[in-house]
């Protein structure tokens, strides 16, 4: 295999061939090595934040939320509460100054805890601490809070655009080439739009912490969180102590996808506030019914298109508008809208390009990262669009996706020259693994002869570009100790997750030591050890810190090479053994950031992504015209990941990425009030996909001889890609209800909202049935005046 790495290590360090003797190195990279604490997964002895047992001394922390989406406060009153036996204080905006009370990632636009005007239900107003949980939630319920309501209160996108309820400083606009000119001299011009819902991230475990106080004005909290880094800033800002004093520590997450990047803060803070001022430790861990009622989603997008193209089927331009729902406060949203726009094309060439993406300001939850990060919204636009300007041209949509698919050296709309282009390669493999021309004119024979079940067959590429799209955070850091015995304890800036980021992490250095994986061990990720990290986030986990560790490893390398020199028959543990009675240090530090990035929005220059990582998905489903109801047939994946460090935990993230979109684009809708209560609170009024969702047949597969030169060992980032092809089932799905709206001679120009749910897809099917419902629903007058129950954010 090419283990090359010429790009990051300078020559005179290239890995060396030998480990001992002539013993030929076992790498431990490129094997299928299990998940590092997979056992203790599955039996259950993993020790997460909240299994930390409780301290003698400890308290419980229970939130007051607003139930109000937009209100003035006129009162709280916690005296009931505080009367109540094991309730110990009541903290609220009133216990913190202005400074120490503002809160949020990026711009601090929100509370620790709210005290004028609260802008979403679920919002924090203060916190209660008492003996135990169950006092403190029942204390909670006690405290009075009494409201002003005010006007207006937005909740879908559609009302923010209508009524302009954007963030200051957008719209935010990428534009490449002469759209105007393209557009006029196009043959035809294509309009339409795109809709996309948003997700919860229903992490197995909800947001928790841990703050325990130490000396007089030090602390230590434990949290479920993505960004050690941000909780330790966060907590010294608010408690009014320096960073050295607080100490963030991560053992492992029960999940994270994006939803304990920035909103992990908002449990943390109180927190910490409350153990510090009361000398105590306290401990707080939401129920699902709160995480998922304040704790935000992914981004419900809408997108608007006007493409021109040749008669033969060419992309010539694309004039393209994007809203996001932000919610109440910024939060990351205007990264996400970043990224939807670097995605707004997803594969395909379109020479004059223009993309324009507002941030929309509503009363809801503030929504935040989740995997894909509006990559998926955005290339849900493209696709939705490749497909509307198939339909008009009557042509086949697989002939104008290979016509218009970038190639080697082709240029995006953001000014990147694209290198090691695989996107075709995975496509056409993945139709051939598929077998796809075939199983299409079965699907088209059984729809002929089945009424009311139909089938749909479809396929999606996929490219995603890998950099934290904020220049700064792409940067991390590791640390390393060799022990007399030759044992090696390790520490990078990554959270595991799940995710197996510590057993790639053991494979480099085990590979670049070269000693036994089980030699190494990585107990947990903390500020003290490495400083100034970046969230878990953005694909990037083994890319940056995978650097990071190899950059340490080589340093002790180079410390025992002249030992190793001298004794060449000897093993490890006699060269770390001499190095320690030579006085040679056996720790080092090892940092690494991305070279060459750097994207510019005004220029439209610099570069904005390391690499991209491929892929292409054909996916079968089936429909059921007369419930709504689909099941998956058959899913064939092709991913290009370069060389990969573990090919067992890749190929599980592809699955587990593809499920997870499967969720996204037909199973999971959150349901909202008109007056912004989040209804969906729990597993019962929110479908998730289970085991009986997954496609019957799922075939994945890595594609071979496509070495990466840009990352660690030549291998490519896995978390977010595969996710968006999963929108080959939302695909199939659409061709499907074609079919069987071809059956009532109604055409294929019909809009499918995403997700498809059953209840989309039962209408959608129109017939006899639907009509006597919607016939009666839409009588004049009467229509006007109904308030839904439910509307879409």
């Known amino acids: 295999g ?125 916190a209660i601490v008492a003996d135990n949980q169950t006092i403190a939630q029942r204390a909670a319920r006690h405290v009075k809070v ?36 393209a557009l006029a ?15 919860e991230h229903f992490y197995l475990e909800t947001q928790a912490c841990l703050a325990v106080p130490k000396d007089s004005d030090e602390i230590e909290v434990i949290s479920s969180t993505q960004h050690p880094t941000e909780i330790q800033h966060h907590v010294a800002q608010t408690l009014g102590i320096p960073a050295s004093k607080v100490v963030s520590r991560v053992k492992r997450l029960g999940g994270g996808f994006g939803g304990k990047e920035s909103r992990a803060a908002i449990v943390a803070i109180p927190v910490a506030l409350a153990a510090h001022r009361m000398g105590r430790p306290v401990r707080c861990m939401l129920d699902r019914d709160e995480d998922m009622a304040v704790s935000g989603t992914r981004h419900p997008f809408y997108f608007h298109y006007k493409v021109g193209v040749s008669k033969d ?57 989740f995997r894909g990060f509006g990559g998926p919204q955005g290339m849900m636009a493209a696709e939705t669009m490749m497909r509307h300007v198939a339909r008009t041209l009557n042509r086949d949509y697989v002939e104008l996706i290979e016509l218009n698919m970038y190639r080697e050296g082709d240029t995006t709309h953001y000014n990147q020259q694209i290198e090691g282009c695989n996107v075709g390669k995975c496509w056409s493999e993945v139709l051939q693994s598929a077998d796809f021309a075939k199983r299409r004119e079965a699907v088209e024979k059984f729809n002929e002869e089945h009424r009311w079940r139909k089938r749909g067959i479809h396929v999606v590429p996929t490219m995603f570009g890998i950099a934290f799209t904020v220049l700064h955070l792409n940067q991390s850091g590791a640390l390393i100790h060799v022990y007399q015995d030759g044992t090696v304890l390790l520490t990078h800036g990554g959270t595991e997750m799940g995710q197996g980021l510590h057993t790639k992490m053991i494979q480099v250095a085990a590979t670049a030591l070269g000693i036994p994986f089980d030699r190494i061990h990585i107990s947990e990720t903390s500020t003290d050890k490495v400083p100034n990290t970046s969230a878990t986030a953005a694909s990037a986990g083994s890319d940056l810190n995978g650097t990071a560790v190899l950059n340490a490893c080589l340093t002790i390398r180079e410390r025992l090479e002249p030992i190793r020199k001298e004794f060449p028959d000897k093993d490890w543990n006699f060269w770390v053994s001499k190095a320690y009675f030579s006085r040679v240090s056996l720790s ?18 610099g570069k904005a992504f390391n690499y991209y990582t491929y892929g292409a998905a054909c996916s079968e489903v089936e429909i059921d015209c007369l419930t709504g109801d ?27 990425g593809f499920m997870q979109g499967y969720g996204l684009f037909t199973l999971e809708e959150m349901v909202y009030s008109p007056q912004g209560q989040v209804f969906s609170r729990g597993p019962g009024m929110y479908k998730l996909p289970g085991f009986a969702d997954i496609p019957g047949e799922f075939n994945v597969s890595l594609l071979t001889g496509a070495p990466n030169p840009r990352a660690v060992y030549s291998s ?27 059956e009532e001679k109604l055409s294929d120009d019909f809009t499918l909202v995403s997700p498809a749910t059953s209840s989309r897809i039962r209408t959608a099917c129109q017939d006899k049935f639907v009509e006597r419902f919607t016939k009666q629903q839409s009588n004049g007058a009467e229509a006007a005046r109904i308030v839904p129950w439910n509307v879409m954010p």
Request: aromatic share 10%; hydrophobic share 40%; charged share 25%.
């Open 630 to 656: 689909h099941q998956v047939i058959r899913t064939d994946v092709v991913m290009d990941l370069g060389s990969s460090i573990n090919p067992a935990i890749d190929i599980g993230q592809i699955e587990g």
């Open 588 to 605: 080092a530090t090892g940092f690494y950031a991305t070279p060459d990035l750097g994207y510019d929005f005004g220029t439209n220059s």
């Open 146 to 181: 009494t409201y002003e309501e005010l006007q207006p209160v937005i909740v879908t996108l559609e009302d923010a655009i209508r009524l302009e309820s954007f963030y200051p400083g957008f719209p935010r606009i990428i534009a490449k080439g002469d759209v105007e000119k």
């Open 2 to 126: 090419a283990d090359t790495f010429h790009t990051l290590v300078p020559k005179s360090t290239q890995l060396f061939e030998k480990v001992s003797g002539d013993q030929p190195a076992t790498d431990p990279i490129r094997r299928p090595q299990v998940h590092a604490s997979a056992y203790k997964q599955v039996t259950g002895e993993a020790i997460y934040c909240d299994d930390i047992p409780k301290f003698a001394n400890e308290l419980y922390l229970a939130f007051v939320y607003s139930t109000k989406a937009h209100a003035k406060i006129l009162s709280i009153d916690a005296s009931e509460a505080l009367k109540q036996e094991g309730v110990h204080r009541f903290f609220s905006a009133d216990d913190l100054t202005e400074e120490q009370n503002k809160a949020g990632p990026v711009f601090h636009d929100e509370f620790v805890f709210v005290k004028d005007v609260v802008t979403t239900q679920g919002q924090i107003i203060g």
């Open 185 to 199: 001299e196009a043959d035809v011009i294509i309009e339409g739009d795109c809709r996309m819902g948003g997700q």
């Open 313 to 369: 089927g060419k992309l010539l331009a694309g004039d393209f508008r994007a809203y996001n729902n932000a919610g109440h406060s910024m939060d990351l949203s205007f990264a996400v809208l970043e990224r939807s726009m670097f995605h707004i094309q997803n594969a395909y060439r379109i020479p004059h390009l223009r993309v324009r993406g507002w941030v929309c300001r509503t009363n809801l939850p503030s929504n935040t990262a």
């Open 716 to 742: 490519k980032a896995v978390g977010e890609p595969p996710l968006f092809l999963a929108s080959s089932i939302f695909f199939a799905i659409r061709d499907a209800i074609a079919a069987a709206r071809k």
